[in-house]
């Protein structure tokens, strides 16, 4: 079983940048696909990127070209660096752990972003 913990949210005013970290427990970490999602008030949640167990990494259209995810292995962090932000990138961040039918989510991290 996988635990996650999620941090690095806050208030930026737009244009700036955020760094959200996601901290695991567990076993087998590296084995997992990782991915952020993120829910606004009002909406359906929905995937931001996902980086697989070898590397590859997808992101939704939305954030192509501002936002990167990472992870590193070895200390079990996932990471979304988050630039140019945007106020309609204003959520609750979510990571979520993946693997086969297991699923694994985080608690949350909320970001806002003001015009």
């Known amino acids: 079983q996988v635990q996650l913990v999620e941090s690095g949210g806050g208030l930026v005013r737009a244009g700036g940048s955020l760094r959200l970290s996601c901290a695991a427990s567990?076993?087998?970490?590296?084995?997992?696909?990782m991915d952020w999602y993120r829910q606004a008030t009002g909406k359906q949640r929905e995937m931001v990127a996902q980086?697989?167990?070898?590397?590859?990494?997808t992101y939704a259209d939305s954030v192509k070209g501002r936002f990167t995810i990472s992870r590193d292995n070895a200390k079990k962090m996932v990471y979304l660096q988050m630039d140019s932000l945007k106020p309609e990138d204003t959520a609750v961040y979510y990571c979520?752990?993946?693997?086969?039918?297991?699923?694994?989510w985080g608690q949350g991290t909320l970001v806002t972003v003001s015009s």
């Open positions: 567990g076993s087998f970490f590296s084995i997992y696909a």
């Open positions: 980086i697989t167990s070898g590397g590859s990494k």
């Open positions: 979520r752990g993946g693997l086969g039918t297991s699923e694994y």
